[in-house]
């Protein structure tokens, strides 16, 4: 990777003094970001040159009314590429709509550039920014997670050269996409809920760069893996016309080479292609040289990644396919958030960090939550193997955008897609979420397949939720489902995924973001429970979800994130509350099961049967009814002609859901079992919906027998203990959810009649 060229401007004046403030939390990379050049890696991994210059570090900083001109004096110093708000830019303030940023610097052009073109780059900025080089404006840029450049050259001066950069940004009161951002205290406090502090200003890598006259601009990389191919457009600014040759290699081989038009679409072979999986993240690299004649006029140096990604019917059920082959996609809701740089991570890697996490816990994808991150992070997913599910970050919660606000939206998320199109880890568009700001759902949709039809689109997550409106298209039906993990059904058109799911909350003393005022969506009692109930979540997609059809899942989520007390880490990252091993092995038998679907468990409808206890010690004792309750007895050839009727039940299509069954008395036909308030009791058909619910119990697979999931709570089990019969849930609160032979006494053996 490139490295940056050092000394190209002096410091502030002042910036001796200058210092972060407190962090609220300080994570493992907090006291490790250098005062000048932080972020010093080269921030556009798809797109490199070996000259360039790093201009993260001490700006003057100042604070405006939003309608002021440029101030006479910059009274303040900030580090960049930290936003106002956060503790590493030494501001930590709030900045609401009534003010707007200033940022300025000096530097020089390296010598060695001469006769190039310089272009200034920012990575993002937050969210209307203008920039004037010694006074004259050089553009102005809307978008706050969009990368943007302007050619400086004609306002070089030879000599030190000045710029300033001015930023407003109204976060919610604006319309435009601010995703979890709201203006908030910066510092520690109660609330919030699921939004957080807002992010103003710069808060990507600000860099300078030479570039030719005619030169590239983007590599939008597409492969083809029908005919071994990688499809390149090669993208440039003043080279129309120009032949540019694009080069693929590995490990300094050439494995194929091909010409044609700049802005054209060029096929370059790759034979016997290594394809890029989660378990093999195989990365290519590429070579893109504009030519005059014969001679290189520019060259810039990226990476692809081989792999394919479609929805396609595989055992009848609708899925989506990797390289052709289905395999379950389990993830988390990664927010993006840092107490120390809210938006923007301390050093490259903590970036990495969190996307490390991913593997460590065994999770093969990641949905990026209504934020976008820098390229850098794109490129560790890409290196690490990780699928990732990217939002569009949504306007304001309940309001419907004007048009304006509509047609920077989308103009923002065009910009979004070209920008990270060719990172191989990105499978899905995720539009729209529980309805934010939603209009058009359906348009959106097929104009961003039109737009990438190399992937698969999310018209809306949780379309089930919120007052959401499913445009009805798209690849996937994607629920919210809390704590779930519920049924989300295929159509006959979509994959079914369970885009949020989860939220088991566990606060960490001594890791809270403001002590006492964390909250989850199921608080857990201990570290114990907490890992009893999130495998039990992952196993019960394993046994239940997948096998009815579902193809993805993404948990709520990795990382605590202020008040929110989600996370499987804390929010500063210093503690990770789960069993790393157990969670990583639930994860790993869940994307087994989908490579090697076990055969479905079927019961014999419209036969009387009778359930014996599995677990050792009991396995005498059958399921009855006794005074419309459930218990488990002993039974044997000497018992009454009343128990052995109790003990014999009638399988019949499921009353809910004819995949699956309801057990109806022997003796009192018409009466069904069924849980209420969690115990299992017999009770008369009413004809509700709720009471069909109830009377539902999905077969899945079990040692020695048979576990029988209830249709409306999947992933809770009926279950002996105490010769009572329950409801129970792994890793739930109840006395009757005990884990102790947790699995042993919700398996039934399904045998002959006692009562035929």
Not at 207 to 212: D, N, Q, S, Y
Not at 679 to 690: E, I
Request: include cysteine; charge should be negative; hydrophobic fraction near 35%.
């Amino acid at each position: 990777m490139s490295s940056a060229l050092v000394g190209v401007g002096s410091a502030p004046a002042g910036a001796a003094s200058w210092a972060p403030k407190p962090s609220p939390m300080t994570t493992p990379w907090t006291a490790q970001v250098p005062v000048d050049k932080p972020l010093p890696e080269y921030p556009r991994p798809q797109l490199t040159r070996p000259d360039w210059a790093n201009l993260n570090g001490i700006w003057d900083f100042a604070v405006t009314g939003r309608d002021a001109g440029q101030p006479s004096s910059f009274p303040d110093q900030i580090r960049v590429p930290f936003v106002a708000e956060s503790a590493l830019s030494g501001i930590q303030r709030r900045i609401t709509e009534n003010d707007k940023l200033w940022y300025k610097r000096t530097f020089a052009v390296p010598a060695g550039w001469n006769g190039r073109r310089v272009e200034l780059n920012f990575g993002a900025s937050d969210w209307q920014t203008t920039v004037w080089v010694n006074g004259t404006q050089v553009g102005a840029h809307k978008g706050g997670y969009d990368s943007f450049a302007y050619d400086i050259t004609p306002q070089l001066n030879g000599g030190t050269n000045t710029v300033v950069v001015s930023v407003y940004d109204p976060t919610q009161t604006g319309g435009q996409a601010v995703g979890k951002q709201r203006i908030n205290d910066v510092q520690p406090h109660s609330g919030g809920g699921i939004f957080y502090t807002a992010a103003s200003g710069i808060w990507q890598t600000v860099w300078l760069e030479p570039v030719a006259a005619a030169h590239i601009t983007r590599l939008d990389m597409t492969p083809n893996l029908g005919d071994s191919t990688l499809r390149v457009k090669v993208q440039g600014a003043s080279a129309s016309g120009r032949t540019a040759r694009v080069t693929v290699s590995s490990g300094g081989t050439v494995v194929g080479t091909a010409t044609g038009t700049v802005g054209s679409e060029i096929s370059v072979p790759v034979p016997n292609a290594h394809l890029w999986t989660p378990e093999d993240p195989f990365l290519y690299d590429v070579k893109a040289e504009l030519l005059d004649g014969s001679a290189v006029t520019d060259s810039a140096s990226g990476y692809t990644g081989m792999r394919s990604i479609a929805v396609a019917k595989v055992d009848g059920v609708l899925r989506p396919v990797l390289n052709g082959k289905f395999v379950f996609q389990t993830g988390t809701l990664d927010q993006g958030y840092w107490p120390d740089g809210i938006y923007t991570a301390p050093t490259d890697a903590a970036l990495k960090s969190d996307l490390q996490a991913h593997k460590d816990l065994g999770f093969n994808m990641v949905r990026k939550h209504i934020k976008v991150e820098p390229q850098r992070w794109f490129y560790w997913a890409d290196k690490l193997g990780l699928l990732v599910w990217q939002d569009m970050p949504a306007m304001d919660t309940g309001k419907s955008p004007g048009t304006a606000a509509r047609t920077q939206w989308e103009a923002e998320f065009h910009a979004i897609i070209d920008q990270h199109r060719s990172s191989p880890s990105l499978v899905m568009w995720v539009d729209q979420n529980e309805g934010w700001g939603q209009y058009d759902q359906a348009r959106i949709a097929n104009e961003v397949k039109a737009y990438d039809p190399s992937r698969l689109v999310n018209n809306m997550s949780g379309v089930n939720c919120c007052g959401s409106v499913d445009g009805g298209n798209g690849d996937v039906v994607d629920n919210h489902i809390y704590v779930g993990p519920g049924n989300t059904a295929p159509t006959a058109t979509r994959a079914a995924v369970l885009g949020e799911f989860g939220g088991l909350g566990y606060k960490v003393p001594g890791h809270e973001w403001f002590p006492g005022g964390g909250f989850s969506y199921e608080d857990q009692a201990s570290v114990s429970a907490l890992n009893n109930r999130f495998v039990g979540l992952l196993d019960s997609i394993r046994v239940g979800q997948l096998p009815a059809g579902l193809s993805a899942s993404v948990y709520t989520e990795i990382t605590d994130v202020e008040n929110e007390a989600n996370g499987l880490l804390t929010y500063d990252r210093q503690v990770v509350k789960v069993d790393t091993a157990r969670v990583k092995a639930a994860n790993q038998a869940l994307i087994n099961a989908s490579r090697n679907p076990a055969p479905p468990v079927t019961l014999p409808t419209g036969q009387y049967k009778s359930l014996r206890v599995t677990t050792p010690g009991y396995t005498n004792k059958y399921l009855r009814h006794q005074d419309a309750l459930a218990f488990t007895e002993v039974v044997d050839a000497g018992s009454s002609g009343l128990l052995k009727n109790d003990a014999t039940w009638k399988i019949v299509t499921g009353l809910a859901n004819s995949n699956c069954y309801s057990l109806e008395s022997r003796n009192y036909p018409g009466e069904y079992l069924r849980h209420r308030d969690f115990r299992v009791r017999r009770d008369a058909n009413d004809g509700s919906a709720l009471f069909k619910a109830d009377a539902t119990w999905c077969a899945v697979a079990g040692t020695g027998g048979v576990r029988l999931s209830s249709a409306n709570l999947p992933g809770s089990y009926l279950r002996h203990i105490d010769s009572e019969v329950w409801l129970a849930t792994p890793g739930g609160g109840h006395a009757w959810d005990n884990p102790a032979t947790f699995t042993e006494d919700t398996t039934w053996a399904v045998e002959a009649p006692w009562a035929p």
